[in-house]
């Protein structure tokens, strides 16, 4: 296995300690890709998020100084032929090469070639993806004129990847906090998202008033509002994230420095448990005999689950029972 040279793993750790302040909101910019490239010296650099199952792009960025691809053709009519794309799709998410399944010379022969990479002057690509829902898919990718990547390339990347996965999911929850946050003069106590903001020793500073209603509902009823001992476990722990169901509901703490997003989502399906667990794999792309070998049930069990979920979401096909799935769940 590869191994970096000392000093890639200090610009490594230098870009993963300066990413966030760069990305803040949207975790990566131009000027974030632009020092990606620094890392992965590359003609073109970018970043995209896709939603696989509806065939949408719903976010670009490239590199400061990069022009986008002039390119006359919808990517998704040549997406199944994209080798990295189809071997990402399968739940591989690690640092690929265009070279790990073709040669140039067979790169040159194809559709894909022809449409896409040769139009905008590309023969080599390397790209890596943060672990994501086809619903949802988030790539980097590197692209070059000449000479291909190499495993140093790789490695580097492969060594990000938890990296960007939390940035992303940092990002986000900076979003919605300014988003609560910009209501909280307004926040009626029935509202399904809530603030609670710490003070720098860990105490409670303060707490909407939609948090103290949740907290309570799903911690147990208190005089004084503070926080329950499993909460407070939580934070010292270090953990992002905490989640509690309560029938049908589903509390989520997201922490962001010394302030907590709180919010309550609903299961509006009517389905079960197992149920929804079929339809979230139908919704991923496998087939009823992929779904039955993970979850160690038989095909026709797979059969009879999706027969009950088509009548109660009243629907016709696996399309549109997850495009309804889709629509309710969260990224």
């Known amino acids: 296995m590869s191994a970096l040279a000392r000093g890639d793993v200090e610009r490594l750790l230098r870009f993963v300690g300066e990413a966030e302040e760069l990305g803040r909101d949207e975790p990566f ?10 890392l992965i010296p590359a003609d073109w650099v970018s970043y995209c998020e896709m939603d696989r199952v509806r065939q949408r792009i719903l976010r670009t960025s490239w590199r400061s100084g990069d022009e986008e691809w002039d390119v006359d053709v919808d990517y998704w009519d040549i997406a199944p032929e994209h080798p990295v794309c189809a071997r990402h799709n399968t739940g591989d998410a690690r640092a690929l090469k265009l070279s790990d399944f073709v040669t140039l010379a067979e790169l040159r022969r194809t559709r894909i070639y022809a449409l896409w990479f ?11 993806a943060i672990p ?37 999911r940092a990002a986000r929850t900076r979003r919605r906090l300014r988003a609560a946050m910009a209501g909280l003069e307004s926040a009626a106590e029935g509202d399904s998202y809530g603030v609670i903001l710490l003070a720098p020793d860990g105490r409670l ?7 103290r209603r949740l907290v309570r509902a799903y911690f147990g009823s208190r005089g004084e509002f503070e926080l329950p001992a499993d909460l407070a ?50 919704a991923r792309g496998k087939t009823n005999a992929e779904i039955a070998q993970t979850l160690w049930i038989a095909p026709s069990t797979v059969r009879k689950h999706l027969e009950n979920v088509y009548a109660k979401l009243g629907v016709r096909t696996r399309t549109e029972a997850a495009t309804r799935f889709l629509g309710v769940i969260e990224d």
């Open 205 to 211: 500073e303060f707490a909407s008033a939609p948090a």
């Open 118 to 128: 040769g139009r905008a002057g590309a023969e080599h690509e390397l790209s890596v």
């Open 233 to 282: 476990g939580w934070l010292e722990s270090g953990a992002q994230t905490f989640m509690r169901s309560l029938g049908d509901r589903r509390l989520t703490v997201e922490r962001s420095g010394d302030a907590l997003l709180v919010r309550e989502t609903r299961d509006e399906l009517g389905l079960t448990n197992r149920e929804q667990e079929v339809l979230a794999w139908v």
């Open 132 to 168: 994501s829902p086809r619903w949802h898919t988030k790539t980097f990718l590197f692209d070059r004129k000449r000479k291909d990547f190499g495993e140093r390339d790789r490695l580097v990347l492969d060594l990000l990847q938890p990296h960007f996965g939390r940035l992303w």
């Open 29 to 38: 910019t131009p000027t974030v890709l632009e020092q990606l490239g620094g």
